[in-house]
């Protein structure tokens, strides 16, 4: 896989921003030993956003696949049909007052539209973030439940994990 050093700057920056969020999100009463954790995954993601962000900003003329019309388009069109997908469903949610679901909800959202932004942003690695992701979504209801804990915090610790480590792996493929 040959990633553009912009886009993999930019790849590691969004997806640890998008971690960060997640930790945040796993922080509604969960388990006292989680607490470290989740504040280490957060600090980390942060940094990652930071160094991958300045690492696209020095870099920003090296070159995108996203430079081509297309492709922005069509990135363009994927992401608002994300945001318009978990939006309706949010708002249903929270209609039928289930707010409980929000976070497995959106997980589920962002895990699936990874599967059509891989090939625009020409990363096959991203199909393996949508199927983790996806899981997350899908396995998280049933895992707090088991354990008797929130599902945002199972929901956002699982998928802080999944984008740190994505976006981590990203950094090192660009290293190398």
Same mark, same amino acid.
């Given at each position: 896989?040959?990633?553009?050093?912009?886009?993999? +700057?930019?790849?590691?920056?969004?997806?640890?921003?998008?971690?960060s969020a997640w930790f945040g *999100?796993?922080? %509604?009463? /969960?388990?006292?030993?989680w607490r470290t954790p989740l504040?280490?995954?957060?600090?980390?993601?942060? +940094?990652?956003?930071?160094?991958?962000?300045?690492?696209?900003?020095? $870099?920003?003329?090296?070159?995108?696949?996203? $430079?081509?019309?297309?492709?922005?388009?069509?990135?363009?069109? !994927?992401?608002? !049909? %994300?945001?318009?997908?978990? +939006? !309706?469903?949010? &708002?249903?949610?929270?209609?039928?007052?289930?707010?409980?679901?929000?976070? /497995? *909800?959106? @997980?589920?959202?962002?895990?699936?539209?990874?599967? /059509?932004?891989?090939? &625009?942003?020409?990363?096959?690695?991203?199909?393996? =973030?949508?199927?983790?992701?996806?899981?997350?979504?899908?396995?998280?209801? /049933?895992?707090? $439940?088991?354990?008797?804990?929130?599902?945002?915090a199972v929901t956002g610790a699982?998928?802080? #994990?999944?984008?740190? =480590?994505?976006? #981590? @792996?990203? +950094? &090192?493929?660009?290293?190398?």
């Amino acid at each position: 896989m040959d990633i553009l050093l912009r886009d993999g +700057a930019m790849t590691t920056a969004v997806l640890s921003f998008f971690a960060s969020a997640w930790f945040g *999100w796993a922080q %509604e009463r /969960p388990p006292v030993s989680w607490r470290t954790p989740l504040v280490v995954g957060s600090v980390l993601s942060v +940094a990652l956003t930071v160094t991958g962000g300045l690492l696209a900003w020095l $870099n920003w003329g090296s070159g995108s696949v996203l $430079n081509d019309d297309a492709a922005f388009r069509t990135y363009l069109i !994927i992401v608002g !049909i %994300e945001f318009g997908i978990a +939006a !309706i469903g949010s &708002v249903v949610l929270l209609v039928r007052r289930r707010s409980q679901y929000l976070a /497995p *909800w959106i @997980c589920l959202v962002v895990g699936v539209h990874f599967y /059509p932004m891989a090939p &625009v942003l020409e990363n096959a690695g991203l199909y393996v =973030l949508a199927t983790v992701l996806t899981a997350v979504a899908l396995l998280a209801v /049933p895992a707090a $439940n088991r354990r008797g804990q929130t599902i945002s915090a199972v929901t956002g610790a699982g998928a802080g #994990a999944a984008l740190l =480590l994505f976006g #981590a @792996c990203t +950094a &090192v493929i660009m290293a190398f």
